[in-house]
C-alpha cells in the first residue's frame, strides 16, 4: 500500500496519506528534534526507540531525505503568543471604540453649533453683537440676606432675613473697564461705588464711610475677573472680544416647554445656556466654578425679551436665590473717559458716567 505509517511500538500504527505534511500533522507529537530520514523502507530515531516509521512510498521518501526540524512551542512561548493575540484584538476595539467616540463628540459639536447659530441669528446677528462696544445696565431688584446661627456642637443654620431693595447702574466699556453704582441704603451694606480699569491694573472703592478713597492698584487675584464674561455671555452671546465654544446639546424641559441646552467652553470655563426651542434665544444660563476642590454651578433664568438696538436682550434676570432684577439696556453709549482715572463724588450721583455730568 502506498503510503507511510507512523508506528509507536510494535502493535500500534497509523497511515499517513502521501504529499500531506507528515513532519507537522504526526512527528511533532513525539517531540523529534532533528531527523534525517534516509530511502530506506524502516528508520529508528535514536532519540525514541520505539517509534517506528514504516515508509514505502517514493514521493514520500524524497521529500523525507531532505533534512527538517520540529519544535513544540515551549508553555511560556505559548504564553506570549496569546498574550500578542489578545493584546492585538483589544488595541483593535480599542482603536474602534476611539474612533467611535471622536465621531460622536464631532456630532454633538455639530449639532451644538447648529442650535448656537440659530440662536445668534435669533439675538440680532454677529454683525450686530460684534458691533457693540460698551453697554450700560441700569436696574432695580430685591434680595433676602441670609442669616447664620452657629449651634451647639458646631452646626450651622441659616435662614432668610427680609426683603432689601437694591438699585445699580453699570457700565462696561469692553473688554477691561467697569464702572458700578450699587446702593443698598438704608441697610448696612450702605452704597459702594466701584471702578475696574484691567488696562491699567488700578481700581477704587468708595463707600459711606470711605467717599474719598483713591484709586489702587488691582490685587493679582482680582485680576483673572477681567474681561466680564457672564454679562457679556448674558446678554450678548458672543463679542468681537468672547466667542463661546460649543462642545455639545441636550434636550431638557423647564416647566410646559423643551429647550436645547448648548454647554460652551470659553478660556477652560463652563457655559451653560438653556435655549427655547421656539424662540431661539437662552431662558437660563448656567455658570459653573470651583473652590477648594468643589464644584458649583449658579444659575440665572432669562425672560422679558425686548430689542436694543436690534439686539434681543433679556430685561428680568431671577437668580437661584430668589434675587430678580429688572433692567434697562444701553449699547455704544457716551461717557466721561474721567471716571476710570478719578473718583466721582457720591453727590454725583449713578449718572456720574455720563457724558457732561
Known amino acids: 500500500m502506498t503510503g507511510a505509517f507512523i508506528c509507536r ?5 497509523n497511515r499517513v496519506v502521501p504529499g500531506r505534511d507528515i513532519a507537522s500533522r504526526t ?3 513525539f517531540q523529534i528534534i532533528r531527523q534525517a530520514v534516509d530511502k530506506s523502507d524502516y528508520s529508528r530515531s535514536n532519540r525514541h526507540p520505539n517509534l517506528l516509521i514504516r515508509i514505502n512510498s517514493p514521493t514520500v521518501l524524497r521529500k523525507l531525505a531532505q533534512p527538517f526540524q520540529v519544535r513544540l512551542l515551549s508553555s ?5 503568543m496569546r498574550f500578542n493575540i489578545l493584546f492585538t484584538l483589544w488595541l483593535i476595539v480599542i482603536l474602534a471604540c476611539v474612533s467611535s467616540a471622536v465621531e460622536n463628540q464631532n456630532a454633538l459639536e455639530l449639532n451644538a453649533q447648529q442650535v448656537w447659530k440659530q440662536s445668534i441669528i435669533a439675538k440680532g ?3 450686530r453683537l460684534y458691533s457693540v462696544r460698551n453697554m450700560v445696565i441700569s436696574s432695580s431688584g430685591s434680595y433676602k440676606p441670609l442669616q447664620f446661627k452657629i449651634q451647639p456642637g458646631g452646626k450651622v443654620s441659616s435662614r432668610s432675613g427680609k426683603q432689601n431693595k437694591v438699585v445699580s447702574e453699570e457700565l462696561y466699556v469692553f473688554p477691561d473697564k467697569l464702572w458700578a453704582w450699587t446702593d443698598y441704603r438704608p441697610t448696612v451694606f450702605g452704597l459702594r461705588i466701584t471702578m475696574y480699569n484691567y488696562q491699567t491694573k488700578t481700581k477704587y472703592v468708595i463707600t459711606d464711610g470711605e467717599p474719598n478713597h483713591p484709586a489702587e492698584p488691582i490685587a493679582e487675584n482680582e485680576l483673572a475677573r477681567r474681561g466680564f464674561p457672564v454679562t457679556q455671555l448674558i446678554y450678548l452671546m458672543e463679542s468681537s472680544w468672547l466667542k463661546p465654544k460649543p462642545v455639545k446639546v441636550t434636550t431638557e424641559q423647564i416647566g410646559s416647554r423643551f429647550v436645547d441646552v448648548v454647554q460652551t467652553e470659553v478660556d477652560g470655563q463652563r457655559y451653560d445656556f438653556a435655549i427655547d426651542s421656539e424662540t431661539h434665544l437662552p431662558v437660563r444660563f448656567t455658570s459653573y466654578s470651583e473652590y ?3 464644584a458649583y454651578s ?3 433664568n432669562l425672560s422679558d425679551y425686548t ?3 436690534g439686539i434681543r436682550v433679556p430685561l428680568t434676570i431671577e437668580l437661584e436665590d430668589g434675587h430678580t432684577e429688572k433692567s ?3 449699547f455704544n453709549v457716551e461717557y466721561d473717559e474721567r471716571i476710570f482715572t478719578n473718583p466721582p463724588s457720591i453727590e454725583a450721583g449713578q449718572k456720574a458716567w455720563m457724558k457732561g455730568k
Open 9 to 13: 511500538g510494535s502493535n500500534h500504527c
Open 27 to 29: 512527528l511533532s507529537k
Open 76 to 80: 511560556i512561548e505559548v504564553m506570549k
Open 125 to 127: 446677528g454677529r454683525e
Open 292 to 294: 477648594k476642590g468643589k
Open 298 to 300: 449658579n444659575a440665572n
Open 307 to 309: 430689542d436694543v438696538d
Open 328 to 330: 434697562n439696556i444701553m
